[in-house]
């Protein structure tokens, strides 16, 4: 089992910027990819960013050149950097991490872009 706890979320104004913060524990061996994923009221939970083992990333389309998504592997630690945030950006950001057999989610944490 693996274990993700989020933080960093909060209200900032649009061009602001936030630095989420994701913890994980438990069979981290197991692990070959993490990333972020957002859900905003009425919509489908889409993909931010994700980072596997090589140091290799992606982003979604709506984020690339604002967001950087990295990764500290000796800490447990996967962080998502968010730059000129946009209001279209609100949303519940989930932490996630693939191992071999499953996909695993933290409880996340709101993102909520406004002035």
């Known amino acids: 089992q693996v274990q993700l706890v989020e933080s960093g979320g909060g209200l900032v104004q649009p061009g602001g910027s936030l630095r989420l913060s994701c913890a994980a524990s438990?069979?981290?061996?197991?692990?070959?990819?993490m990333g972020w994923y957002r859900q905003a009221p009425g919509k489908q939970r889409e993909l931010v960013a994700r980072?596997?083992?090589?140091?290799?990333?992606n982003y979604g389309d709506s984020v690339k050149g604002r967001f950087t998504i990295s990764r500290d592997n000796a800490r447990n630690m996967v962080y998502l950097e968010m730059y000129n945030l946009k209001p279209k950006d609100t949303a519940v950001y989930y932490c996630?991490?693939?191992?071999?057999?499953?996909?695993?989610w933290g409880q996340g944490t709101q993102v909520t872009v406004s002035s």
């Open positions: 980072i596997i083992n090589s140091g290799s990333s």
């Open positions: 438990g069979s981290i061996f197991s692990i070959y990819a």
């Open positions: 996630n991490a693939d191992s071999v057999k499953r996909g695993y």
